[in-house]
């Protein structure tokens, strides 16, 4: 069992839905990032948290460390916010990723 | 400003042949990471280096071996390729510790045949 679980697997929504992605970490952590991995290939860093709740557009992520739990959301999806989604948490010195979330928006 | 910048982005390899994979960053970045991604499994951390010189071995080391001479370059060697060695490879880096912002190259495409 992975010590970072993403749900769901694969997401498809149509276009202006609000969308959520989970994160569920077994082990305690002290920080998680989200990332966003595009069609091409290339990940990019969204967020970094490790308390309450952040904001970068349509953007949200919010963590809960002693739930063991953080979220994804994206309000107003577009078709451009179709790539996976993938979670990590940092605990001692590494990071733990998830197999991560693949969205589909379609128009 | 390229940020990380990894080469080469496809390579297809015979069983038992080497290669380098090189990673550069130009963000003054302490920490280096490789990692390699494969069907229905998270990214995993190969090795590691926490500044100029210095290497660590990760979760998945055995077949690869890394060098840092200079702080802006991280070079992952593969001796002695195996098929189980096809994956996507990624170089990261941060500033810090995997508690800072990490940045990602493109990834490298490997097939071992």
């Known amino acids: 069992k992975n010590e970072v679980e993403q749900s769901p697997q694969n997401l498809t929504a149509q276009e202006g839905e609000f969308i959520t992605i989970n994160c569920s970490y077994s082990v305690g952590i002290s920080a998680l990032h989200w990332l966003q991995q595009h069609p091409g290939g290339g990940i990019v860093s969204l967020f970094m948290?490790?308390?309450g709740k952040k904001k970068h557009g349509r953007l949200i992520a919010t963590i809960n460390i002693q739930e063991k739990h953080s979220s994804l959301h994206i309000t107003a999806s577009h078709p451009r916010d179709s790539a996976v989604y993938i979670c990590a948490g940092f605990s001692g010195s590494r990071l733990t990723f998830g197999e991560g979330t693949q969205l589909t928006v379609n128009p | 400003n390229a940020g990380v910048t990894q080469t080469p982005k496809f390579r297809v390899l015979k069983t038992g042949q080497s290669m380098t994979l090189l990673c550069a960053q130009d963000m003054n970045h302490e920490y280096m990471y490789w990692y390699r991604q494969d069907p229905g499994m998270g990214l995993r951390l190969i090795h590691y280096?926490?500044?100029?010189?210095?290497?660590a071995k990760g979760e998945v080391p055995d077949g690869y071996n890394v060098s840092r001479l200079k702080k802006q370059n991280f070079l992952l060697g593969l001796e002695s390729a195996a098929p189980s060695q096809t994956s996507v490879y990624f170089c990261?880096?941060?500033?810090?510790?995997?508690?800072?912002?990490?940045?990602f190259g493109q990834g490298t495409r490997l097939t071992v045949v």
């Open positions: 990261a880096s941060s500033l810090q510790g995997p508690n800072t912002e990490a940045f």
């Open positions: 948290l490790s308390s």
């Open positions: 280096s926490v500044g100029e010189g210095t290497t």
